[in-house]
């Protein structure tokens, strides 16, 4: 409960910047992958990742974003964000922080989520 705090959605124009931020407990930002999923809003289609810090510690992006998102950190915060800019309607989604588990994979938390709209 509460362990991923995120921040920093809402609504921007189409070619506009936004920042997201991530608040996480010190445990789970130093042992998991943190990151960053979106869940768009048309029927189907599955949620994406975004943007995560590997495990080498080098910022790795979906190639939806690259190019317009960067990914970054503040080890004594436990915070990661993510700089969203030029951003397109395609990018509507919910954002989701998450740490995810760097020998399976897998997701072991998320955030609430952080509504993210594009107007055109």
């Known amino acids: 409960q509460g362990q991923l705090v995120e921040s920093g959605g809402g609504l921007v124009q189409s070619g506009g910047s936004l920042r997201l931020s991530c608040a996480a407990s010190?445990?789970?930002?130093?042992?998991?992958?943190m990151g960053w999923y979106r869940q768009a809003p048309t029927p189907g289609k599955e949620r994406e990742l975004v943007?995560?810090?590997?495990?080498?510690?080098?910022?790795t992006y979906a190639d939806s974003v690259k190019g317009r998102f960067t990914l970054s950190w503040d080890n004594a915060k436990n915070t990661v964000y993510l700089q969203m800019n030029n951003v397109k309607p395609e990018d509507t989604s919910v954002y989701y922080c998450?740490?995810?588990?760097?020998?399976?994979?897998?997701?072991?938390?998320w955030g609430q989520g952080t509504q993210v709209t594009v107007s055109s």
């Open positions: 998450t740490s995810r588990d760097p020998l399976s994979r897998r997701p072991n938390y």
């Open positions: 010190a445990i789970i930002f130093r042992v998991g992958n």
């Open positions: 943007a995560e810090i590997s495990s080498g510690g080098r910022p």
